[in-house]
């Protein structure tokens, strides 16, 4: 899958990952409208899935992925969890890989089966079917390799990739990720391991189907582990409304302009909230603030990685 991923970042000349971290207040009134009935769980929940569904059809010309966050849907309740699962479907439908953001991880037997649900398929007297059938999550790697040994089997097994937590982007992180082990960072001992998780799933293209999140709000950091996992594909969440720059994610890339996909969520999703597009676009045009945004971030990237020096793609 993370070849899958490079030749998708390759044709469409855009490492952005568009999240879909979409919360009821981020949708127009006039979508909100249509959908009634039902619980309020349940319009809601229509409204955001609707929404989504514009943006996917706005930009899935222009981005290799999306990425979709989980808790925003989980706090709408069984309603929400199901436009999860059909943001997903319509994403793929779309020919867009799709990154499930869930953090998941816990002893072996129940990682097996959060690897069963959103990566692999559920057994069903006698037969398996996918349940949410996503190309990638992300994983939490706290209790070690026993926890993350089932997202592995279901990358083997299914063709399917994971990005691990390594360094993320919240202000805190450092609590934990920046304590020093063994004349170390716990960052970099993590980091040691998501490349020996990884060594055996290594694609074609260089990069192997075990990935990891390295927060763009830590350039330093992004820069160093850079170096120290030139095999680990990155997911770097952090650009826009949480304050990276585009030059914060530059370390991330390697001399051919891949080796990273940034995401951004709010500053693509509420484009239509923000200036310069709530200039230009009314509510009712929010799908096309999106893309606006989607290729002003496009033209940003390659602007940045040429002045580098790399001509990517």
Known sequence: MIDELIEKVIDKRNPTVVGLDTRLEYVPNHVVERCTGGSPFEAASCAILEFNKAIIDAVYEYVPAVKIQIAY?????????????????????????????????????????????????TPLNGTKMPAFDLDFVTVNPYLGTDGVVPFIKACKDYNKGIFVLVKTSNPSSGEFQDLPVEGKRL???????????????????????????????????????????????????GYGAQGGSIQDVMSGFDEHGLGAVINASRSVICAYQ????????????????????????????????????????
Do not use: H
């Open 73 to 121: 849907y989980e706090m709408y309740g069984p309603s929400g969890i199901e436009a999860f699962r059909l943001t997903a479907q319509y994403a793929k439908s779309k020919g867009l890989i799709v990154i499930g953001d869930v953090k998941r991880n816990d002893i072996g037997s129940t990682a097996e089966a959060y690897a069963c649900a959103y990566l692999g398929e």
């Open 187 to 237: 960052y970099n001992k993590v980091a040691e391991k998501v490349v020996e998780w990884g060594r055996e799933l290594i694609g074609a293209k260089g990069y192997s189907r075990v990935g990891a999140v390295i927060g763009a709000t830590y350039p330093r950091q992004l820069e160093e582990l850079r170096r120290e996992m030139p095999n680990t594909y990155f997911l770097i969440p």
């Open 274 to 313: 923000r200036s310069p597009w709530k200039e230009k676009f009314p509510p009712e045009r929010f799908a096309d603030a999106a893309r606006a945004e989607v290729l002003r971030m496009k033209e940003e990237i390659e602007a940045a990685l040429s002045n580098k020096g790399v001509k990517p793609w």
